[in-house]
């Protein structure tokens, strides 16, 4: 039920991100969604892509440090409250979003949102009891 | 000028040769019965003190490493029992282990005079007041100035490191006319004062005596300059004794003279460990001769250096050494601050259970001196969060700052990126001109 997702440490120098998405059009992976978090000296860029393994050899063949973690891929109503009525049933639940960010569904009227829980299994139950739809990374992919 | 002790510090070279022979064999004589450390290396060498008949002779002897200080860690070094020991100092050894040093009483008197000695050659009197900037505990520096100013008969402020803006409060109410620190922490201290709007012109100093750390003649101008005082460098390690084995006298700023009636001074090639004549640049190597509880022979400083044996204008004999330009080893000083590279590796291996590639970056930026470790980061050390990226560089800047003393931004950067040359990393890039 998970999505995985992958990241990769960056320096914050000029053109690096370029040669990170050069490396991912070469290897022919297509980015889904991503999100950069950075610091002044470094940054972190997380991606979710329609290939995991082929992103992950071409980027580590390049000499990046690449990471695996695994998401939720959260569908959200495209209305007001969507998101609120997701973030309030967790929270009632004591579960923390590490960090998140949004994608676009072209397929359908609702938006996917990419969340990192500090307890991604209990965030999980809580979801699926609520009827929340979680997206897989197969669906991800095939959108 | 006054000199502190006329009878010692203008001795005629002979008759100083004479001292000096008397206190090399009475040293050789303790060591060889006291140290088992000396006794094995002088057995090993098959010479025995008995066997060491002129000054010349010294030169027989086996020399002594930092290595072997630490491989007699605490104590074995010591030459007298512990209830005769009434200080200990230490300094950074090359891994996690700091240098461990002690005094007799007699000690600490010796070194009160000579630093007593070295306060008279910068110009000062019983009736000047100090404003010790050095810092104060196991480092020699703070306690070392301050028992030779109140040796002096001087008044002693002992302001000890940090707090600078305090300092420049006390500075501006109490007069002090002396001022001792590390060179880089005092230009710092005068950045501050400007920006408080304090002139350093309006102060009451008249010399400084700066040292712990190499400092060049361009140091010397800036220094001369800001603070409107006259500037004198200070020699001085640990394991010889402290700040005071050497100093620059006021007539001439041009040397230090080593108070040869306590140590002998030998120039070496570091490669081959032959003793060089006067003038020639190598490693300074000295051997203590009156020292009780930590004596030492033929200890290798490491730093590079000549000896000039001119007469020289003030009146002292005693031999002037050169500034020290450069390190026989890896070897940093920041901020008065030893650091080896193989420490801040311990501290990375023991902190994070992992042997990453670092670098060391040294910078002087507003006249104080930056430490950046730069860790190049792996897949152990990854992780998709921020926070916890930033964590990792907090933790380890505060393991270093626990284990070295020394404040240090730790920077994590791509792997691959800090320079190799012949497949092994540049460990050391230090940016700072002395």
Known sequence: ?143 | MPIYNMTYETMPKEELKKVQFTRLKATLDRVYATVPFYKNAFDQAKIKPGDIKNLEDLQRLPFTNKIDLRDNYPYKMFAVPMENIVRIHASSGTTGKPTVVGYTQRDINTWAELMARSFSAAGATHSDIIHNAYGYGLFTGGLGAHYGAEKLGASVIPVSGGNTKRQITIMQDFKPTILTGTPSYILHLAEVATEMGVDFKSLHFKAGIFGAEPWSENMRSELEEKLNLKAMDIYGLSEVMGPGVSIECREEQKGLHIFEDHFIPEIINPDTEEVLPYGETGELVFTSITKEAFPIIRYRTKDITSLNAQPCSCGRTHIRMNKPTGRADDMLIIRGVNVFPSQIESVLMESKKISPHYQLVVDRKNNLDTLTVKVEIDEALFSDEIKSLQNMELSISNDIKDYLGVSAKVMLVEPKTIARSEGKAVRVIDNRTF
């Open chain 1, 1 to 143: 039920m998970y999505a995985e997702q992958i990241s990769i440490f960056i320096e914050n120098k000029e053109g690096r991100l370029a040669e990170v998405t050069a490396i991912l059009r070469d290897a022919r992976v297509n980015i889904r969604a991503l999100s950069l978090a950075d610091t002044t000296d470094f940054g972190v860029l997380r991606l979710i892509v329609d290939n995991n393994e082929t992103a992950e050899k071409a980027l580590k063949d390049e000499g990046f440090t690449v990471g695996k973690t695994k998401v939720l891929a959260v569908e959200v109503q495209d209305q007001p409250g969507g998101l609120n009525l997701i973030l309030n049933c967790l929270c009632e639940n004591d579960v923390n979003v590490e960090y998140m960010y949004a994608f676009a569904n072209p397929q359908c009227k609702n938006a996917i949102m990419i969340f990192r829980f500090d307890d991604r299994k209990k965030a999980l139950k809580i979801l699926t009891q609520k009827n929340i739809k979680v997206v897989t990374t197969k669906e991800i992919c095939d959108l």
